[in-house]
């Protein structure tokens, strides 16, 4: 018994290498203090939490006492995907947008004015109207914690506060949005 639960461990591990698997680990940003300007509440506690509990660098609530300031903002969208033979919409399409713009204290550019672009199809039904909304507002939060993981790993990408001429970090457009499905 003991040395079948041993192999299937072994098992188990060897294939989780094999898929290219890697825990997180820790990081290591090139600023020690970082402060957070414009985020909602929400997105402000998940990105000290994150940067917090992944690495060395603590966030300061002052822009003065910081070695980096992160500008973030963030945008909501919601297009009709879908209509059924009536007209009526049947699917949407939720759009999540989070800009963000990172900043040595003196003013030096770490990370360009950058955007990331998220989207979830969402069915509709006028009977479940009050469950579909709920079900956007888990989308939505869906989006804005996966975008927040997304930015600390660009966060990441800065490896000096004092970059060279070309070797900052750039910025990165979202792609071009996919064409609407033909009815």
Same mark, same amino acid.
């Given at each position: ?79 009709? @995907? ?10 949407? %399409?939720? *759009? =999540? +947008?989070?800009? $963000?713009? /990172? &900043?040595?204290?003196?003013?030096? @550019? ?10 979830? %199809?969402? *069915? =509709? +039904?006028?009977? $479940?109207? /009050? &469950? ?52």
């Amino acid at each position: 018994m003991i040395r079948r639960s041993f192999l299937a461990l072994v098992c188990s591990t060897t294939l989780l290498a094999a898929c290219g698997f890697q825990l997180r680990g820790q990081q290591d940003y090139a600023f020690k203090r970082l402060a957070i300007v414009g985020a909602a509440p929400a997105v402000a506690a998940r990105l000290t939490r994150m940067i917090e509990g992944g690495s060395d660098t603590v966030v300061v609530k002052s822009p003065e006492n910081a070695d980096a300031v992160l500008t973030v903002s963030e945008g909501r969208g919601q297009s009709v @995907l879908t209509l059924n033979l009536a007209g009526a919409a049947e699917e949407y %399409a939720l *759009t =999540y +947008s989070l800009n $963000y713009s /990172l &900043a040595g204290v003196d003013g030096t @550019l770490l990370i360009a004015p950058s955007s990331i672009v998220l989207n979830r %199809a969402m *069915t =509709y +039904s006028v009977t $479940y109207a /009050l &469950a579909k909304g709920q079900e956007s507002e888990l989308l939505y939060a869906d989006m804005q914690n996966d975008a927040v993981d997304q930015l600390t790993r660009r966060l990441s990408t800065v490896h000096s506060l004092h970059p060279a001429p070309g070797q900052q970090t750039p910025g990165v457009a979202p792609r071009a949005p996919l064409p609407p499905p033909p009815l």
